[in-house]
């Protein structure tokens, strides 16, 4: 069974007593009888369980979808064998424990199944929030994760009767591991020890070591000598120590080795030899940033998992997914500055891994940082949709959240980190919007840097020595670099192309150029049109598809093409264009949603400074020339 590790903790923290916890249980006899949520009914074979016991047991779960949920209901979303244990580490401590369960066949086989619309798979976890008496922690951290375009546990939340027992609101999460619907890595064989399929897919994580942990067979120490790094031990996720093979614990040592090593030297900036050759850099971006809102004493530290894919597949080392945010969101009590709305995280001496101190002192990482942050602020990260996500969740809950604390009375009480103690739950989830609010305020006025404009050029290629018969376009980018070192044509798109005539191939040149080979029967006379070329972002460091200037295929030299460059400063918008009597009379404005802002006239002139009175947001600009329709997204800030 794999399993992540909820309500692990960094050191420096200590538990409050757990007898004084436990007397906080309300013994009553309190029964269950409906629900809004789902019902989870669990028997234990062997009745209570005690911590380190696997038993097997018996859950049924009750789930009419958009009707009432009655105890005596039908079980007609799961109803089978389970094997149940309790989730160590500090989760014991607490008298409301949270479980870890495997869905199973009657024989005790694994069974994959799809439980609440979570994705099929037989781990999962019933995490039981308690110190958290907001009960939004983790759900509203992995939801950001999710808008932010990556993988978050999937979570749902349901009341649990354990042993005939009432046991309150709890939240069935997904666990970390390799599978198609969560972390989609390659299958990595043993036999797999030369060529592509050495190179992944691998998990490994920074965590709590087992008792029974064994270094060099369960992971390995870092030999980094960076200054005032801490000592960082990696374990082995996928393959499982059991099962990795020793080529294999060589390749990923020496590329976190290598990577490690990179960062230490004078050209870890190199977009060519740097880190920008070992890591996913937007995955490392959007890692930080979401790590910053919730400040948990665990960001870089304890539960901080990585996962690379094979060559053939992106090659790079990715940054996440996230694990437990139960300790944060200022519930850190014996963290003084974890309290605190101000400050950042990574560059702290709590951080265990030094990885993002060394990577924010890049101007182009701390620019893209910067950039992001813009971007997900004025939409998926607002102060409206933050709102949004907690008013959801807590309509969702609200009635289940009252026999959740009838259960266990501990609002207005104290239970270890709490550094903020509310008389009522509305006062818990007022408290954890205040904080949020207050944390992206101090982010928004101490995150700054200059806004990346990511752009691409193209232009005529007539050597190529793969193939030299082929017409070829050069591809160059400017505040961008590619992702990976393999570029499949299908992240490509040439518009003006004939409906007979396609992209052949693409090649990796370096970190920023790239070529483009056209099908055998593209010709000068054949591709008359102007060519626009459209990239990915699933090849990009950078979160968003760039769009180029216009080309015409030419057999013997660059053809004349139009280059409109804009830029932001001081309040306006500044346009460059080489040719600028193509220039229609006016530009015009939309926001994200597609709907027009505003309308700007232009001259004809190579620089235009447009003054734009419009609040702080993204926006799409549109420019019309004689030959084509120019759009690029900006990030305004007035």
């Not at 940082?369 to 008013?391: C, K, N, P, Q, V």
């Amino acid at each position: 069974m794999l399993i992540i590790a909820v309500g692990q903790i960094c050191r420096g923290l200590t538990p409050l007593n757990t007898d004084s916890i436990a007397a906080l249980e309300n013994e009553s006899l309190f029964q269950l009888t409906s629900s809004n949520l789902p019902i989870v009914k669990i028997t234990a074979s062997f009745g209570d369980l005690e911590a380190g016991m696997e038993t097997s047991g018996h859950m049924e779960i009750i789930n009419n979808e958009y009707e009432r949920n009655n105890i005596s209901d039908r079980a007609n979303d799961y109803d089978r064998k389970i094997s149940i244990e309790y989730l160590g580490g500090f989760n014991l401590m607490f008298p409301k424990k949270s479980f870890l369960i495997e869905t199973q066949r009657d024989n005790g086989e694994n069974f994959d199944a799809e439980i609440m619309g979570l994705s099929k798979e037989n781990d999962w976890i019933l995490y039981a929030p308690y110190s958290d008496k907001s009960l939004l922690h983790n759900t509203f951290t992995h939801e950001l994760v999710r808008r932010a375009g990556h993988y978050g546990l999937g979570t749902k939340y349901c009341e649990l009767v354990f042993n005939g027992q009432y046991h309150g609101i709890y939240i069935l999460m997904e666990t970390i591991k390799k599978d198609k619907y969560r972390v989609d890595i390659a299958t990595i064989n043993k036999e797999d020890t030369v060529g592509n399929e050495l190179t992944g897919g691998y998990i490994f994580k920074i965590d709590e070591l087992p008792e029974n942990f064994s270094m060099w067979t369960h992971g390995w120490l870092s030999d980094n000598s960076f200054p005032d790094a801490m000592d960082l031990t990696y374990q082995y996720v996928y393959p499982k120590a059991i099962d990795i093979g020793e080529q294999q614990k060589d390749y990923l040592r020496d590329y976190i080795s290598e990577f490690e090593s990179i960062l230490e030297s004078d050209n870890f900036t190199d977009p060519n030899i740097g880190y920008n050759k070992y890591i996913d850099v937007g995955s490392f971006v959007d890692y930080m940033l979401i790590n910053e809102i919730a400040k948990s004493v665990n960001s870089y530290g304890m539960g901080t998992y990585f996962y690379k894919k094979k060559n053939s597949k992106g090659a790079k080392l990715f940054a996440g997914p996230l694990s437990d945010y139960s300790y944060a969101y200022a519930n850190t009590e014996d963290w003084i500055s974890g309290k605190l709305a101000s400050g950042f995280v990574y560059p702290g001496k709590l951080r265990v891994i030094y990885w993002w101190y060394r990577l924010m002192q890049d101007e182009y990482f701390y620019n893209l940082s910067y950039t992001r942050w813009l971007e997900l602020r004025s939409d998926m990260f607002s102060d409206a949709s933050f709102s949004g996500i907690i008013d959801s969740v807590v309509n969702e809950i609200d009635e289940a959240q009252q026999r959740n604390f009838e259960k266990w009375p501990i609002l207005g009480t104290y239970v270890w980190p709490n550094s903020y103690i509310g008389e009522s739950y509305a006062n818990e989830v007022q408290f954890f919007k205040d904080w949020i609010d207050n944390r992206t305020a101090w982010l928004d006025n101490e995150l700054f840097g200059t806004v990346l404009e990511a752009s691409a050029k193209i232009s005529n290629k007539q050597h190529v020595a793969q193939m030299p018969s082929n017409s070829a376009i050069g591809v160059s980018l400017t505040d961008e670099y590619f992702c990976a070192h393999i570029l499949s044509k299908k992240y490509f798109t040439l518009t003006g192309l004939p409906s007979y005539v396609y992209i052949d191939t693409v090649f990796f040149e370096s970190a920023s150029e790239a070529t483009i080979i056209l099908s055998a029967n593209a010709t000068p006379e054949n591709v008359t049109n102007y060519l626009t070329l459209t990239i990915s972002d699933s090849v990009l460091n950078g979160f968003n598809s760039v769009s180029s200037n216009n080309l015409v295929l030419s057999a013997n030299e660059y053809a004349v093409d139009t280059q409109i460059k804009m830029t932001t400063h001081k309040g306006a918008l500044i346009l460059r264009c080489n040719q600028p009597e193509k220039y229609a009379g006016n530009i015009e404005l939309f926001n994200t949603l597609g709907q027009k802002v505003g309308s700007y006239p232009i001259q004809k002139k190579v620089v235009n400074k447009v003054e734009l009175n419009l609040p702080s947001n993204v926006y799409i600009v549109r420019i019309a020339n004689t030959n084509n329709i120019f759009t690029q997204r900006i990030v305004w800030r007035n």
